[in-house]
């Protein structure tokens, strides 16, 4: 197949070229046209069905715009407006007609003789979105579009001070890698100081979040918000008890290599107790990892590393930064995180990341370049709809691209200690992670299974879930305040509440095709190319099979994985 990135905005057909979204008055006739149109045949419906798309496609990157300048610049007044006019005064009046559009859908007598395994994926979403329709939610998803965002307002005007100098958060990270183990722990100390000042204001606002997304659940039918978010996120083919059987299996067969990987860190730093500070940090003579000095840099680094694993790869990353769709540099007032924003008219993603000079930057920026690839390789399918895909195959995407792309670090460093050291981190991260995972899911399971919760309740309950997940390998006495609020700093909490479990999943099939890169690279990465291209065309199970990996969440197949990357580990010393 031939891969091309010169990817190309959609024409226009049904909604004029020029046309802008400025307000629910001019984008209204679009949809009312679409609502009252009569559909006397087949080719009616796949006509209509185009126009729905097209006009989706309109809207859809609209916002994701509104969203990107506002988190590229949460100090600016007018973007948070922008963004805030969408949410209240646009949305709200998309959705009845989105309803109306679904119902239309399936009552249509031609939706029959649509091709049934193309459509079958798309025609169960839209049953899914029927099922879930309530007028009463309206108001409540507005409100919640914007609460959700005051995490980024929160958290992008943190910042602390080091040796004189102001850093964000993100910047001042770079410290706990230090060969200084009393500087990191003045930084440690500082960052958590500095979220504590804010502990409250994010209390109160996930508090709220709590009661509003509860609210929507039981006007929905359901008994909590975690049974309501499973049916949406269109969860059809894991539940909750997979869920708790992943968790099961992170504490059987990953906490104890991740004993193993902070026992050899305490080893080589020559400690005694490992600290908090000293996760990071390198013995004293060995400079931190320095893989890229700028933005700029990043990015071209980037580029000859995705050239050497396919040039479409680094063809995508050119395009991107012909149009611009690159904020790589931490700075002050921009929100925390990284995120690939695919944008489904142009085609061509955004990528929005806090870099600053650390290894941890590469493996972001190696993520989200997986999610742009996704983006392009999806483009060329004929429905908006087609092109969304479930979130366990997109991160499977990126987090595939963190490990295919270690075997082509040479663009990052130029001798072979430091590039060994990166493989390492990498890979010690990919262990590190699962645990993580586990506690913000379980968490999540328990704050929306007792919505009523109090503060204090759900402090205990962190702390609890927190220790079933620790290893003794690290030290925290004197740091219970800090490890109270360890789940503030989550931003999927707040934003996009039950969306972390696919990392976990998604992991597993990362291992699993880079398992199958180590053994031949071109046939893993025709296999991740051939199960992009699908879109959300397929169920979650067959978009695996397409990629050459089992769906399974089962702890016989984790225990495979992970005795699979111990071994990597393992050659790496």
């Not at 009552?107 to 979403?125: I, N």
């Not at 050497?308 to 690159?326: T, Y």
Request: proline share 4%; with cysteine.
């Amino acid at each position: 197949m031939e891969l091309s990135a010169d990817i190309q905005k959609l024409p226009r057909h049904f909604v004029p070229k020029e046309f802008a979204v400025t307000d629910w008055e001019s984008l209204e006739p679009f949809f009312k046209d679409l609502s009252e149109r009569p559909l006397n045949s087949a080719s009616d419906l796949e006509q209509w069905l185009k126009d729905m798309s097209e006009t989706e496609a309109v809207v859809s990157e609209d916002a994701c715009w509104r969203q990107i300048k506002m988190t590229c610049d949460t100090t600016d007044k007018t973007l948070e407006d922008a963004f805030t006019y969408f949410c209240m005064e646009i949305q709200p009046k998309l959705q009845p007609y989105a309803d109306l559009l679904n119902r239309k859908l399936l009552d249509c007598p031609f939706t029959k003789e649509l091709d049934q395994k193309k459509y079958f994926t798309y025609l169960r979403s839209v049953k899914k979105n029927i099922e879930l329709f309530r007028e009463a939610n309206i108001p409540l998803q507005s409100e919640l579009s914007v609460m959700q965002q005051q995490y980024g307002a929160i958290a992008g005007k943190m910042t602390v001070e080091v040796n004189g100098k102001e850093y964000t958060l993100q910047q001042a990270a770079k410290f706990l890698e230090s060969h200084d183990r009393s500087l990191r722990e003045e930084v440690y100390r500082k960052i958590q100081d500095r979220r504590l000042q804010d502990q409250q204001a994010m209390h109160d606002l996930y508090s709220q979040l709590i009661q509003k997304r509860d609210e929507v659940a039981k006007n929905a039918g359901f008994a909590n918000y975690r049974d309501y978010k499973f049916v949406e996120l269109g969860r059809f083919d894991y539940t909750k008890e997979d869920c708790y059987q992943f968790h099961e299996a992170v504490k059987l067969h990953v906490l104890p290599l991740i004993e193993k990987i902070y026992q050899k860190k305490k080893e080589k730093l020559g400690l005694d107790t490992l600290r908090p500070w000293d996760t990071e940090a390198e013995p004293e003579g060995i400079q931190p990892l320095k893989p890229f000095t700028d933005g700029k840099d990043l990015y071209e680094k980037s580029v000859k590393c995705f050239e050497e694993m396919n040039p479409f790869f680094a063809n995508c990353l050119r395009k991107m930064n012909e149009l611009k769709h690159f904020d790589l540099e931490s700075r002050k007032g921009k929100a925390p995180g990284g995120y690939n924003c695919p944008l489904t008219e142009s085609g061509a993603p955004f990528i929005f990341m806090n870099a600053a000079g650390q290894m941890s930057d590469v493996t972001t920026m190696v993520h989200e370049g997986g999610h742009a690839i996704h983006s392009f390789l999806a483009h060329k399918l004929e429905l908006s709809a087609f092109k969304e895909y479930p979130m366990e195959i997109a991160e499977v995407a990126s987090m595939s691209m963190e490990l295919f792309s270690m075997n082509h670090w040479e663009a990052f460093f130029n001798n072979e200690e430091d590039l060994k050291r990166a493989k390492e981190h990498q890979l010690e991260r990919t262990i590190t992670i699962f645990p993580w995972i586990a506690i913000i899911d379980k968490f999540q399971h328990w704050v929306y299974e007792n919505p009523q919760h109090t503060i204090e309740e759900r402090t205990n309950k962190w702390m609890e879930i927190g220790k079933e997940f620790s290893t003794n390998s690290i030290d925290y006495t004197g740091l219970d305040a800090y490890r109270r609020i360890g789940w503030q700093r989550q931003l999927h909490l707040f934003e996009v509440p039950f969306y972390y479990i696919e990392y976990g999943i998604a992991q597993l099939g990362a291992i699993g095709l880079w398992m199958q890169y180590q053994q031949n690279p071109q046939k893993a990465l025709q296999n991740y190319i051939s199960a992009l291209s699908l879109g959300g065309t397929q169920t979650l199970p067959e978009l695996y099979t397409a990629a050459g990996l089992k769906f399974d969440l089962s702890p016989e197949h984790i225990k495979t994985l992970m005795e699979f990357t111990a071994k990597e580990m393992d050659k790496l010393n």
